[in-house]
């Protein structure tokens, strides 16, 4: 009834779990679609907010570049351009179909001016820089852009071959890349409060130029974009700014896979005990038809044999007195035997269903020399001897005489059933220090195999070395033992080994 229930709640257990299990599988994925859904967003954005970036350079490059008029060239003209189309450059050079400096082809900021006028940059710039632009094989009027790290310093250099009449010149313009990154990259990037995320510019060595820094941390929410036509290989990094809103998930997901691995144990722990109890009910299953099969035997041979010899001494088929009373000794042998299975087999009956014990103080000495007075002449038949030491003055005990004593009958019983070929039984009281009674059957018999001591004791478990011998037996006996024994606070046990003969032993504890 017990089990039933446990089993019963384990599989309620298995269930929850795995319920449990469905539902955290499913709002993981619910939350695994909206975290996707929100990084395709800020990566969208990202692409989106670089392109407009890099189309506002490129723009207004490109119409600086085109207002260049060859034919009214003046450091005037050439100072006024930038600002008339909102470019932000350093530097503007003209140079001819060989690349050499056209006269009044060139401009600068005031504060770059004397360093753009040093002919040594000027060198650098038309034999290092130029020829690495390649500036001949773009399309006329596109905008071409190089860019490189010079001791440190990023720069940017954009160019455009153009056409006037059928000559054709070529324009280079220096970015004014502080002024790109303090003024476009803060009307592009800022971090404002209100905003939900947070953006940052990284340059090609991926060192910090811009806006909120991130450090190298591995964040759940943050997406990357290059740019691609102005700064080469700078990033955008746009993350979530809801710092405690990440906590909230991570410390939502340190709890999920917590419980997770809760219900995964529960299921895995539940299956194995479900299989051990299925393999155990299997195994009982089998052992009890064996049982019926054993009792039914057990029940059947003493009675042919009771009714053949009565019938024969009732028809006075008898040649002497002798033979009568040697016929009469049979049919009581069988009656007792009869009547011991018919004990056991209601006794145990009686404590499948939970048997309830009748404890009173009593002197165990004494019952158990009315168990082994009741054996006697059964020990005399089997043509064996037992040795009682009964040691005297033992402490009183609380017992259920009645049980108990079906114990030792069932000892000596098995003694005289499985060791007769060793003729001899010794049985024992003692005291065992201040707190236990010891009682101990001892026999010369076969003996028991180690591996089957504690199976043995297991409802209709024979041992094996008995299965293949003429020897009736039902493989109840010893697990009453051990239940009398444990119902009264003690414990059955076994010492043997094959061929050396076997001791069982119950001990009590005092009252
Ligand atoms: P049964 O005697 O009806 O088979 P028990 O529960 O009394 O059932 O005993 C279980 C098994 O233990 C026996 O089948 C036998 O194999 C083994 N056994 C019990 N007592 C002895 C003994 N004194 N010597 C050897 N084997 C024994």
Not at 246 to 270: C, H, Y
Not at 277 to 298: C, G, P, Q
């Amino acid at each position: 009834m017990r089990r039933l229930l446990l089993l019963n709640a384990l599989i309620f257990a298995v269930l929850a779990a795995a319920a449990a299990l469905a539902y955290y599988s499913f709002s993981a994925t619910s939350e695994g679609t909206a975290r996707e859904r929100e990084i395709t967003l800020m990566e969208e954005l990202a692409e989106e907010k670089v392109t407009s970036l890099e189309q506002v350079i490129d723009y207004a490059d490109s119409k600086l570049m085109r207002g260049v008029n060859l034919d009214e060239l003046s450091a005037d003209q050439l100072d006024r351009l930038p600002k008339a189309h909102g470019a932000a450059v350093l530097a503007i050079y003209v140079l001819d179909e060989h690349f050499k400096p056209v006269p009044n082809g060139f401009s600068a900021r005031p504060h770059v001016r004397e360093a753009r006028l040093d002919p040594g940059y000027r060198t650098w710039f038309l034999d290092k820089v130029v020829p690495v632009m390649g500036m001949a094989k773009k399309k006329a009027d596109e905008r071409g852009h190089l860019y490189f790290t010079l001791e440190g310093t990023p720069t940017m250099f954009s160019y455009m071959r153009r056409l006037s009449g059928d000559r054709t010149f070529y324009v280079v313009v220096e970015d004014d890349l502080n002024y790109i990154i303090f003024t476009l990259f803060n009307q592009f990037f800022h971090n404002s409060d209100a905003s939900k995320r947070l953006y940052e510019v990284r340059d090609d060595k991926h060192a910090h130029r811009f806006g909120y820094e991130f450090g190298d941390a591995s964040n759940d929410f943050l997406v990357e974009q290059k740019f691609r036509i102005t700064m080469d290989d700078w990033t955008l990094r746009v993350a979530q700014r809801d710092e405690t809103g990440r906590e909230e998930l991570r410390r939502k997901q340190v709890i999920n896979s917590v419980l997770i691995g809760g219900a995964v144990t529960v299921i895995l722990a539940g299956l194995a005990v479900l299989g051990f109890a299925i393999r155990r009910e299997r195994r009982l299953s089998e052992l009890k038809s064996e049982f019926i099969s054993n009792v039914s035997h057990e029940l059947k041979t003493p009675l042919s044999i009771i009714s053949m010899f009565g019938e024969m001494l009732a028809n006075g088929r008898t040649k002497s007195a002798e033979q009568a009373h040697e016929y009469a000794e049979i049919i009581w042998r069988e009656s007792v035997r009869l009547g011991r299975l018919i004990d056991n087999v209601l006794d145990f009956a009686k404590i499948e269903r939970g048997a309830v014990y009748e404890f009173e103080d009593a002197d165990v000495g004494e019952v158990v020399e009315r168990a082994v007075e009741l054996s006697g002449r059964r020990v005399a038949a089997a043509e064996m001897t037992l040795e009682a030491d009964i040691a005297p003055e033992l402490p009183m005990v609380r017992l259920d005489a009645n049980a108990f004593t079906l114990a030792v009958l069932n000892l000596i019983d098995n003694a005289i059933k499985y060791a007769a070929d060793g003729k001899r039984i010794e049985l024992a009281l003692r005291r065992d220090g201040d707190q236990r009674v010891v009682l101990s059957v001892r026999d010369w018999g076969q003996g028991i195999d180690p591996e089957e001591h504690e199976r043995i004791f297991e409802r209709f478990y024979r041992a094996r070395a008995i299965r293949l011998k003429p020897i009736r037996g039902s493989g109840i006996g010893l697990a009453l033992v051990q239940h009398i024994a444990r119902a009264h606070g003690g414990d059955a046990t076994v010492t043997s080994a094959p061929g050396a003969g076997s001791t069982f032993s119950i001990w009590l504890p005092v009252a």
